[in-house]
DNA sequence: TTGTAAGCGTTATCAG
DNA sequence: CTGATAACGCTTACAA
C-alpha cells in the first residue's frame, strides 16, 4: 500500500530536475550517460511508474485502441480478438474490449466513450446495419477498421471475408451433391454478414438453373437457439416442402439446426445435410464434424491491428481501402 | 474530420470562464439554470466531448478497470468477461481486456501497463502459481479481484467456485455408479485450479475406499488437444490398467478425451465414462452432452464487478474475502 | 548537459 | 452565482 511516487519525488531524490529525470526515462540522447543511469536506477529502486494518463494528455496519443464486437460469446469473435490482441501487445497497445450483444444503442454509446478516452484507434465488428452512429467516429476522423462487415463510407477501411463467394462455394457443393432444395437459415437480417451470404446462396441457385424458393429462406439472428427454432419451422412443413440440406448464414446457427434435425428424428446427412459458416473451433470436434466455411479468424485479427497501426502511423496508407480474404470451404460430415 | 472542441472553445463561443462551462456539463448546484441551459446547448452543437484523459488525470479515477485473463478462446472465459461487462456499462465503466495466453511474463506485463494506465481496480483470473508478481497490484494497493483461483495474499479478495467439492460431487458419482478406476485429466500441476480439483478427486476416492492410483493421474494444459493426448495415453497403457471413467479438470479436456476414447474404437459411457468441468455452453450440444459440473459463469462476472465496486467504493467493505460459489453437478450422457 | 517554465484539458478552490 | 487560478503528472521548447 506504498504511495506511488511521482517525477516529482524521483527528481527530488536524485536531486536534479523533472525534465532530467524525464529526459533519463525516455533515453534522450542530450544526457550524461552516468547521471541518467544514476536516475534510472534510483526510479527503479522507488519504484516509478509513469502515469499513462499524463503521458497521454502531453503526447495526444494513449497506446490505446477500442474494439467493439456483437458478441463475445460466439467463438468467432474471441479468436479475432487474440489475433488482435496478440499484434497489439507486440506494438505496445492495449485494447479496450467492448461487447454489445448485438445492441446497436450500446454500440453508439461505446463509440462516444472511446472517443472520450482518447483511444488512438478503433476496430469495429459492427452489429447493424443502423450506421448512422458509425458516422461518429468517420466523421471525428478517428482511425477505424471495420471487420467482417463492410459500411458504406466514402474512406472506410473494411477487413471482411468475401461472404457471397463462401456461400456460393458452400451451396454449389451442396447442389453438386445433388440437392435441390437447399434452405438458408440466417441472421439478422439486416445485418451486410447476412445479406452477402444470402446473396451468394442465390447466386449458386440460379447460376445452377434451380429456382429461389422463399420458403425454404429464413432469419433469425446469429445464435444457436435462432437456428433451432428456424430449423425445427422448416421441418414441420407440409412433407413435400422440405429441404434436403440447408446453408446456415453461421456455425452457430448451423449447430442449432443440427440439433432440430436430430430431435426430429431425422439423419445427418442423408435426411438433411447441413454447413455453417466461420469454421469455430467447435465445428471440428468429431462429434459435430460440421461441413463449414472457414474463416482466416486469428489472422484477420492480425491484419486488423496491422492495418490500424499502418492508418495511425499516417504514412500515405490511404484509408477507404476494402481488404477482401479468401473463404475456404471445409467439408466434414454433416454434408 | 471536424477538430473536437476543448471546453476552452466552449468557454469562448459562450462567453463564459471554463469554471462555468465545467459546471454546466457536470451540473454543478451553483449555477443559474438558464446559462446552463445554454451553455449545454452551445456545448453540444459544437459537438463537445470531455477529454477523459484530463479528467482522469484531475479526478484520480478513470472509470477503467482490467481484465486479465488466460484463455479467451476457453469458451468459459468469455461468458464471465460478458457478466463483467455488463456490471461494468451499468456503472460507466470500461474494460480494459488481457489476455494473457497462459503467458506468466505477459501476465505480469499486463499488470505493469494497467497500473500505469491508471485503471480503478483489478480482475484478475491469474494463469499461473508463480505468484510473485501479483504482489505488483496488492503491494499497490489497488483494488483487486481474483476469479476463480485463490490467491494466498492476506487481504486479496478471491471469488472461486467450490472446486473442491465439484470435483467430489463428480467423482462421487462415478464411483456411485459402479466405477472403480477413474483416472483424473488435469491442466497445469501448479494451478491451484488443477489442484483442488485433484484434491476434490483424492477424497473422493479415499472416502469410498478407492486406492489412488497414480498413474491414473496426469496433467497437461487446459486445452483440449491436451486432453486427447492425455486420454490417449490412459487408453494405450496395458490393459488391466485402463479407467474405465475419466474425470477431467476442465470442458476443454473432456472434449478432448472424449475424441481419443471415440478414435480409439470404444464407446461412451459404456467403455468410458467422462465427466468435466464448467459446463460450457458447447457441453450441452445434443451431439456432446456432455456431463459435467457447472459453474455460474456469467453471475460469476457479475459478481466478481459488484464486489470491486464495493471494493473501489472505499466503503467499508473489508478486502480479503473468500467468496465461494456452489459448483453443482450437471448428467448427461457421457457418464 | 541541465534547468526553467509553459502547456496538455480538465476540475476544484478561492475570491469576488 | 461566476471568474481567476492553481493543481493533476508529464513532456518539451527555450534558456542557461
Redesign the interface.
Known sequence: ??I?PTIKDVAREAGVSYATVSRALNDHPEINEETKKRIVKIAMKMGY??????Q??VKKE?K?VG?IIPD??N?FF??V??GI??AA?EAGY??????T?WNAK?EE??L???????VDGLIIAPSSEEISHLRIPL???IKTIFISRVINHANSTCIIIDNILGAKQAVEYLIGRGHRRIAFIGGQEDISTNRERLQGYTQALSANGLEFDESLVKTGSFK?DSGYFIMDQLLNTKEGNRPTAVFAANDLLA?GA??AV??NGLDIPSDIAVVGFDDI??AS????QLTTVAQPKYDMGKLAFITLMELMGGGGYSSGRKILLDPVLVVRKTS
Open positions: 500500500m506504498t506511488i511508474r509513469p502515469n499513462a494518463i499524463a497521454g494528455l494513449t490505446t474494439l463475445i460469446t467463438p474471441p479468436e480478438a487474440r490482441e496478440d501487445v492495449t485494447i479496450f474490449l467492448c461487447n450483444n450500446r454509446r461505446y462516444n466513450v472511446l472517443l472520450q478516452k482518447q466523421d471525428s476522423g444457436r449447430l443440427l440439433q436430430r430431435e473451433e467447435f470436434l468429431p462429434e459435430i
